[in-house]
């Protein structure tokens, strides 16, 4: 079955740059989504469409796309980023839709 | 502004069944794609099945396919989930999902 590979953790200090990867064979022909989910809430959609950032995102989350790899990059990383990050995307063969194994971004 | 509220979840016994309902609440239509996503005790998200605007697809994850239902009732705004043959791994928060739309979820507990 398809899978998107996902780093377990990343960690990064306040005010640094942190990039979560996301792979999968894929992602040339499907889009794909990354969500932030903290501890016992429910995840919010951050980047659609592998670059598009919803409104109401701030302007330090920001998404990018080169051949199997999708990147989620969180410029000047504050306290409130520690969470984990799920990217999402679909089989092209299948179309059944996939989410990765989650990255925790750590705030040191 | 669109809210989505699940409700259903429960206690299982392993083999037994239950039905998760999601309704939409701050919305005129609801011809939106939705999806049903769960996430076990410490585990990340899976998705589970989702369903087209008009109720005319379906689509199954391998783990649940012949043994779960998604279906809807546009005008209710309700979204739903029948879920049979309940497993010990089927324990999780199910979240009903719109894409950049999520309810709080709610808790399934296959049990024996």
């Known amino acids: 079955s398809y899978e998107l590979t996902q780093p377990d953790s990343v960690s990064v200090s306040p005010g640094e740059t942190a990039r979560i990867t996301c792979s999968g064979d894929?992602?040339?022909?499907?889009?794909a989504y990354w969500f932030q989910q903290k501890a016992g809430q429910a995840p919010i959609l951050i980047i659609y469409k592998d670059t598009e950032r919803p409104s109401g995102i701030p302007e330090r989350f920001s998404g990018s796309s080169s051949g199997t790899t999708v990147t989620l990059t969180i410029s000047g990383v504050q306290a409130e980023d520690e969470a984990d990050y799920y990217c999402q995307s679909a089989d092209s063969n299948s179309s059944l839709e996939v989410f990765g194994g989650g990255t925790h971004l750590t705030v040191l | 502004e669109m809210q989505l509220v699940e409700s259903g979840g429960g206690f299982v016994q392993p083999g037994g069944s239950l039905r998760l309902s999601c309704e939409a609440s701050g919305v005129t239509f609801f011809n939106y794609w939705m999806s049903w996503v769960r996430q076990g005790p410490g585990k990340g998200l899976e998705w589970v099945a989702n369903?087209?605007?008009?109720?005319?697809?379906?689509f199954y994850a391998d783990s649940v396919k012949g043994r779960f239902t998604i279906s809807r009732d546009s005008a209710k705004k309700s979204i739903y989930l029948e879920m049979d043959s309940l497993r010990v791994e089927d324990t999780a928060v199910y979240y009903c999902s719109k894409g950049d739309k999520w309810g709080q979820g709610t808790l399934v507990a296959v049990s024996s």
């Open positions: 894929s992602l040339p022909k499907q889009y």
């Open positions: 369903i087209n605007e008009d109720g005319s697809e379906m």
